[in-house]
Structure formats: structure tokens, C-alpha cells
């Protein structure tokens, strides 16, 4: 086999498995943070409103030492009854766009260490916790209040 057969067969053997294996870890953190769990109960496939905050921190899991982060690839928006979770499309596998009703959410305050963040639960999926920080939980309350006023 000459050089540039193998050289060829690598390139064509990467393009194939790189994006199995990307989609196979993208599904399985889904899994593992509960994103998937909650897509059950709140799973969204309609038009997502325009996003109001992109690009944003998240954290989500089912107990505080294992929390997956959605660093700079989550966007957040609310309107008038209902939050609204995403990522950015590449990570979309495993992680469908979630809408959970605002009168589901129950939001606490979380210190870890020199952080202030609020932990967001949806009523069907109690055991999943949403860290946001209380900086974005201010701006999603303000836009909030504004769209009902």
C-alpha cells in the first residue's frame, strides 16, 4: 500500500468515526446530567423564542458533585409562563430543547465555596438540579416581570 492510499484511508477512517464518537459522548453526558430525563417530561420541538441570553453558564446533575457544565454553549430565555433551555446545535444530540412551565420550578439559593448561584428543580424531575447564576436568575426574573407588565 503506498503512502498516499494510507494517508487516504486514515482521512476517510477519521471523518467516519470523529463524528460517531462526538455524538456517542454527547449523548452519554446528556444521560449523565439528566438533561435527557428532563427532555421527558418538558422535551420542546416547537419554535423557540428568540433567545435573550446566549451563550451562558449551566450546571445541571443529580447531586452537587457531579454536575455536568453547559459553559458558554447553553442559551436561556423566558417569556410569560415558561423557561426555555438549549445548546448550541453541535451539542443538540441527547439534549432536545426543554420548556418547563414557570409555576414547575422551585429555585433555591446555592453557596459553593465563593459562588452564589440559584439551583432551578422542575416539579417532574426533583432529583435534577439546574445551577444558573444569580446574575442570569436576576435578568430572566426582569424579563420576566417586564413581559407581564
Not at 422535551?43 to 435573550?52: D, K, M, N
Amino acid at each position: 500500500m503506498s503512502g498516499g492510499t494510507t494517508a487516504l484511508i486514515i482521512a476517510f477512517g477519521f471523518l467516519l468515526v470523529f463524528p460517531l464518537f462526538w455524538m456517542a459522548i454527547v449523548w452519554l453526558l446528556s444521560g449523565l446530567s439528566g438533561w435527557r430525563t428532563l427532555a421527558r417530561h418538558y422535551g420542546y420541538s416547537g419554535a423557540l423564542p428568540r433567545t435573550q441570553h446566549q451563550y451562558q453558564y449551566l450546571s445541571m446533575g443529580y447531586n452537587r458533585i457531579f454536575m455536568m457544565r453547559y459553559n458558554l454553549i447553553a442559551n436561556i430565555s423566558v417569556d410569560e409562563s415558561y423557561l426555555y433551555l438549549s445548546v448550541m446545535r453541535i451539542f443538540s444530540i441527547g439534549n432536545k430543547p426543554l420548556r418547563i412551565p414557570l409555576a414547575d420550578l422551585d429555585v433555591s439559593d446555592v453557596n459553593m465555596s465563593f459562588l452564589k448561584s440559584k439551583c432551578v428543580r422542575a416539579a417532574r424531575a426533583t432529583n435534577i438540579r439546574i445551577h444558573l447564576s444569580t446574575r442570569l436568575v436576576k435578568k430572566l426574573e426582569a424579563g420576566q416581570m417586564a413581559l407581564q407588565t
